[in-house]
């Protein structure tokens, strides 16, 4: 019987054991599938950063860092908490010397302790575990907000890449077109043969930077797969970002904005705390400790061997319990905790200045990314005017070269003024947008739930 009870224990624990770790069984394999469907699909910028951030090694350092810490916090905690022990073994002595099962040759016991006073060395403890904590969690939010960034940088790098390729491939179209209409003007003997070879050789110009746009497109795809924790080789399909509206908000609005929320900022302030407890912890060694002990045993052996019925006479005579206060005072130790004041002064005392440190770069990190915006926006407007301008250049140059009118370097190089203005127009677009994103990510703001704000 024993035995079929011990068996079906044995079943019970492996079923346990199974349920407990089903969902990191099955849910890993749901998650590479899941994965391998999504990159199927035309992925948006907060589908990279997602990918990115569930495949990146220094999110789940920082993660792990998370949960060291609380549970560091746990363990400070616990120390307000009573200590309870079962001891128990068996033995044989000099006067018990057979092996035998009987009570003579069994210990059990249950014992607990508290120490509910120590000067407040252990609300202290926790105090620090929890500032450590706090760092913990800003660390983990500095490290998103980094990554974050670099994803959203080579995010609009691939899609500037991809749509300067589009406009090189056009401007190829267009060269084929004059080259051809050269070469009809030629044989009509309107143009000289020289006009043919200008032609010709622009042509093989526009086909060195298709070229050139073609490796920088893959190596911006490359940079977006190696971010988001991919292989390179792997082909993504990413989404287009239309710049609706350029909203550029007030400077002492986002200085604010900072000053509260950037996790450098909040981490240094929690390690500001944590040396301020580490100071008082260290002059608290100095002066006369004081500390409160109790506890309580209880003779188990008595009641599970020798068969003492549970009653008061019984416990009483069993069990014991203590209570205790005690008083340190330091006489002499070299030096040695009046140097540990010292050093806790001095860590302190960095603390703050870094502090300082930190708020004044974020000043000028706010200040330099609201500049950029201010002039990523205006520099907008200027290529907006640039095209307008480039393109009528154009036309009106190919109008007089088709008139007969005008040679065709004048429409080569206007062709190229209108090409580069194009350029300069993509280029201006994701430079405000990154310049957005790192004026947010200057504030602390960058990404939050899921979300790029």
């Given at each position: 019987m024993r035995e079929d009870v011990s068996g079906l224990w044995f079943r019970i624990i492996l079923i346990l054991i199974f349920l407990?770790?089903?969902?990191?069984?099955?849910?890993?394999?749901?998650?590479?599938?899941?994965?391998?469907?999504?990159?199927?699909d035309t992925l948006s910028i907060d589908q990279c950063i997602k990918i990115a951030i569930k495949n990146s090694p220094e999110i789940e350092i920082?993660?792990?860092?998370?949960?060291?810490?609380e549970l560091d916090v746990n363990d400070a905690r616990a120390e307000f908490l009573p200590e309870i022990n079962l001891n128990g073994g068996y033995f044989v002595n000099n006067t018990y010397n057979r092996f035998e099962w009987n009570s003579n040759?069994?210990?059990?016991?249950?014992s607990a302790s508290i120490n509910p006073f120590s000067s407040g060395r252990t609300y202290l403890t926790k105090e620090i575990a929890e500032a450590n904590l706090s760092q913990s969690r800003d660390g983990y939010r500095l490290t998103e907000m980094d990554l974050v960034m670099e994803v959203i940088r080579r995010y609009y790098n691939l899609l500037k890449a991809n749509q300067i390729l589009e406009l090189r491939e056009q401007t190829i179209e267009q060269r084929k077109k004059e080259l051809e209409f050269s070469k009809t003007?030629?044989?009509?003997?309107?143009?000289?043969?020289?006009?043919?070879?200008?032609?010709?050789?622009?042509?093989?110009?526009a086909r060195v930077n298709l070229h050139e746009a073609k490796g920088e497109l893959m190596v911006r795809r490359a940079e977006l797969n190696e971010v988001m924790g991919l292989s390179l080789d792997i082909p993504i399909s990413i989404k287009s970002v239309e710049l609706i509206e350029r909203n550029i908000p007030e400077l002492d609005s986002i200085l604010n904005i900072a000053y509260n929320y950037r996790p450098d900022i909040k981490q240094q302030e929690s390690s500001i705390s944590s040396d301020k407890y580490n100071l008082i912890l260290a002059r608290l060694n100095r002066l006369p400790t004081l500390t409160v002990t109790g506890g309580y045993n209880i003779k188990a052996e008595k009641f599970a061997f020798e068969g003492l019925p549970l009653n008061r006479t019984n416990w009483d005579n069993n069990s014991e319990w203590s209570f205790g206060v005690g008083i340190s005072f330091p006489i002499f130790d070299?030096?040695?905790?009046?140097?540990?004041?010292?050093?806790?002064n001095i860590e302190l005392n960095n603390a703050e200045l870094r502090y300082e440190n930190l708020r004044r770069f974020a000043e000028l990190e706010v200040k330099s990314a609201h500049i950029n915006l201010v002039n990523a926006s205006q520099k907008i407007e200027l290529t907006e005017r640039q095209v307008i301008?480039?393109?009528?250049?154009?036309?009106?140059?190919?109008?007089?070269?088709?008139?007969?009118?005008?040679?065709?370097?004048?429409?080569?190089?206007?062709?190229?003024?209108?090409?580069?203005?194009?350029?300069?127009?993509?280029?201006?677009k994701y430079d405000f947008l990154e310049a957005e994103a790192l004026l947010k990510n200057a504030s602390g703001v960058l990404y939050s739930d899921g979300e790029v704000k």
């Amino acid at each position: 019987m024993r035995e079929d009870v011990s068996g079906l224990w044995f079943r019970i624990i492996l079923i346990l054991i199974f349920l407990l770790n089903m969902p990191y069984v099955f849910g890993s394999d749901l998650s590479d599938k899941q994965e391998s469907e999504l990159l199927k699909d035309t992925l948006s910028i907060d589908q990279c950063i997602k990918i990115a951030i569930k495949n990146s090694p220094e999110i789940e350092i920082s993660q792990g860092n998370v949960i060291r810490s609380e549970l560091d916090v746990n363990d400070a905690r616990a120390e307000f908490l009573p200590e309870i022990n079962l001891n128990g073994g068996y033995f044989v002595n000099n006067t018990y010397n057979r092996f035998e099962w009987n009570s003579n040759h069994y210990d059990l016991g249950i014992s607990a302790s508290i120490n509910p006073f120590s000067s407040g060395r252990t609300y202290l403890t926790k105090e620090i575990a929890e500032a450590n904590l706090s760092q913990s969690r800003d660390g983990y939010r500095l490290t998103e907000m980094d990554l974050v960034m670099e994803v959203i940088r080579r995010y609009y790098n691939l899609l500037k890449a991809n749509q300067i390729l589009e406009l090189r491939e056009q401007t190829i179209e267009q060269r084929k077109k004059e080259l051809e209409f050269s070469k009809t003007q030629f044989e009509l003997g309107l143009v000289a043969m020289a006009d043919t070879l200008k032609a010709r050789v622009t042509l093989e110009g526009a086909r060195v930077n298709l070229h050139e746009a073609k490796g920088e497109l893959m190596v911006r795809r490359a940079e977006l797969n190696e971010v988001m924790g991919l292989s390179l080789d792997i082909p993504i399909s990413i989404k287009s970002v239309e710049l609706i509206e350029r909203n550029i908000p007030e400077l002492d609005s986002i200085l604010n904005i900072a000053y509260n929320y950037r996790p450098d900022i909040k981490q240094q302030e929690s390690s500001i705390s944590s040396d301020k407890y580490n100071l008082i912890l260290a002059r608290l060694n100095r002066l006369p400790t004081l500390t409160v002990t109790g506890g309580y045993n209880i003779k188990a052996e008595k009641f599970a061997f020798e068969g003492l019925p549970l009653n008061r006479t019984n416990w009483d005579n069993n069990s014991e319990w203590s209570f205790g206060v005690g008083i340190s005072f330091p006489i002499f130790d070299g030096g040695v905790k009046s140097r540990a004041i010292t050093k806790a002064n001095i860590e302190l005392n960095n603390a703050e200045l870094r502090y300082e440190n930190l708020r004044r770069f974020a000043e000028l990190e706010v200040k330099s990314a609201h500049i950029n915006l201010v002039n990523a926006s205006q520099k907008i407007e200027l290529t907006e005017r640039q095209v307008i301008s480039a393109e009528e250049s154009y036309e009106a140059a190919l109008g007089r070269y088709m008139n007969g009118i005008a040679p065709i370097t004048e429409v080569m190089d206007a062709e190229v003024a209108f090409t580069e203005s194009r350029i300069n127009q993509i280029n201006s677009k994701y430079d405000f947008l990154e310049a957005e994103a790192l004026l947010k990510n200057a504030s602390g703001v960058l990404y939050s739930d899921g979300e790029v704000k």
